[in-house]
Structures are given as structure tokens and as C-alpha cells.
């Protein structure tokens, strides 16, 4: 599975008119049904295979473009397999060191984030720790609410950290993962200023401004391309789940 995953990211990595095309059709007929290829009980492994096939997917396509072309193949090849980093809008080629004081800010920002892992870490296998075969609802109700904020700031952290380490290691300035999600005023913010910048832009550019361009364009349209927009989203976030769940009881999934 991996390996001919890595053929699929490598030949549309590469110039070649044909790569962009030829690597994501050889991505679809042989990836992506690799979930339903695994052991009818592995319920974790279908879902996070059929997560990030899915998700891989969406980075080819974006390595398809004209402007990812014109860049190195490395920073490709990372943009593909790094999921949480959106390489592919990175500031400079590589080549301009960062400041001393970027430099500082980076090696600060990786020491934080990592303390906030450690400290999500504990929380989080406290969380877990109150998910008992006894428990009751209201000590169910608390560990799920302290497993999504652990989520929260887990994420946050983990995007913080990578950007210091590609700032000191690649000398590339990445635009951020999480902008400080638990800091929003509104469901509006929350969801379109401030989470998973990587994914929203790939549902913005490859999903709703293309529905609404092929509509015509216009307000009137906005409307449509939002909800095919939110179908995508919870496509990619949902079916995964349906997939693992509905296969570890034995059930064929097209047909639940």
C-alpha cells in the first residue's frame, strides 16, 4: 500500500506533462480501496488508511497546479507527506536565512509547544482513564469534553511546532496550522479564520470557488458551492469512520 503510494506522489512530483495525471490515476484505482483490503476487524487501521488515502489525494491534486511545479522536488515531496503543513504556500525558496530574531522566536515556539504536548498528553490519557466499562454519563460527558479540548490544544501545538523546526531545519516560513482556535468569538471564526488552515484552503480553492465558477459565478451562488463545500468536508471526516465502524461488524459497506 505504501509503496505504491510513494510511486503515485513521486510521478506527480516530477515535470513530466503525463505525472500529474498518470500518478493520480494510479492513486485512485490502487490506494484508495485499501481500506477494504485489510482485516475485517483492524477498525482502527481501515479508518486512519481510508483517512489518509483520502486526504493524499486532495495534496496530489494540489501538486498538479502550475505554480507547484516551478518548485524543487524536495519541498514537493514534503508537501505531499508532511498532511498538517501546507508546504506548497511557503514563504521563500530556501535559499534566505531567517532573522535572528525569527530564529529565536522559532526556537522558542518549538520549546512551548512542546511542553503543551506533554501537558495535552496527561490530560488526555486522564481523559481516557475515565472511560470505563462502569462509568456514568455525566463522568462520559467530562472526558469527551476534556478529550476535545485536549484536541484543540493538541493540534495547536503540534502546528506550532512544526512550523519553528521548518523555519530552523528548512529555512521556510510556513503559514500556520491553527490560529489560536480556542481564542474565537464565534462558530464564524472558530471554523473560518482560525482551525486547520491547510484544509480550508484546500476545501476554498478546489471545492468552492470551483462550484461556484462552474455555476457562473455571482452570490447567488455562493449558497451551493457552500453546501458542496460542507458535503466534501464531512465526507472526508465522516466516511472514514463509516467505513471502519460498519466493516468491523462484519457489514458490507455499500450496502449499509
Request: hydrophobic share 50%; net charge positive; aromatic share 8%.
Amino acid at each position: 500500500h505504501l509503496l505504491i503510494y510513494l510511486g503515485g506522489a513521486v510521478a506527480v512530483t516530477l515535470q513530466h506533462r503525463v505525472a500529474a495525471p498518470l500518478g493520480t490515476a494510479l492513486f485512485a484505482a490502487c490506494v484508495l480501496p485499501g481500506p477494504f483490503l485489510l482485516p475485517t476487524g483492524e477498525r482502527v487501521q481501515r479508518s486512519l488508511t481510508c483517512f489518509t488515502s483520502g486526504f493524499y489525494f486532495c495534496r496530489m491534486l494540489q501538486l498538479s497546479g502550475r505554480t507547484a511545479r516551478r518548485r524543487p522536488l524536495w519541498l514537493k515531496l514534503s508537501h505531499t507527506f508532511l498532511t498538517f503543513m501546507d508546504t506548497a504556500g511557503a514563504h521563500g525558496d530556501g535559499t534566505a536565512a531567517p532573522t535572528a530574531g525569527e530564529r529565536a522566536k522559532a526556537a522558542g515556539q518549538i520549546g512551548v509547544a512542546v511542553l503543551n504536548l506533554l501537558v495535552v498528553a496527561a490530560a488526555g490519557l486522564t481523559a481516557s482513564a475515565q472511560l470505563q466499562a462502569g462509568s456514568t454519563d455525566l463522568e462520559i460527558a467530562a472526558a469527551v469534553l476534556l478529550g476535545g479540548v485536549c484536541a484543540l490544544a493538541g493540534l495547536t501545538a503540534f502546528g506550532d511546532m512544526l512550523c519553528g523546526v521548518w523555519m530552523l531545519a528548512a529555512r521556510l516560513r510556513l503559514p500556520a496550522l491553527m490560529r489560536n482556535p480556542m481564542m474565537s468569538l464565534s462558530l464564524r471564526e472558530f471554523w473560518g479564520r482560525r482551525w486547520n488552515s491547510v484544509i480550508q484552503t484546500t476545501l476554498k480553492q478546489y471545492i468552492f470557488l470551483r462550484v461556484s465558477r462552474g455555476c457562473g459565478g455571482g452570490r447567488r451562488w455562493n449558497g451551493v458551492a457552500a453546501a458542496a463545500t460542507f458535503l466534501c468536508s464531512g465526507f472526508i471526516h465522516a466516511y472514514p469512520v463509516f467505513v471502519a465502524h460498519n466493516c468491523s461488524l462484519g457489514r458490507p459497506v455499500l450496502l449499509v
